[in-house]
């Protein structure tokens, strides 16, 4: 879904992603690492100040 709507908002040069998790994001588990890194490398891949995460 956000690889579908990133060009739109690029474009528009503005969008909000909202993610919805749980509380596994904030205390943390083994083997879920790459669950809470997305939050992360969406950051760095839409640095765009108009587009909040």
Known sequence: MIKAVQPHM?????G??????????ITGFMG??????????????FINPVIDL
């Open 32 to 45: 879920i690492s790459g669950y809470e890194s997305l939050a992360r490398t969406l950051s760095l891949e």
């Open 16 to 25: 909000i992603i909202h993610k919805v998790s749980s509380g596994v994001g």
């Open 10 to 14: 690029k474009a528009q040069s503005r």
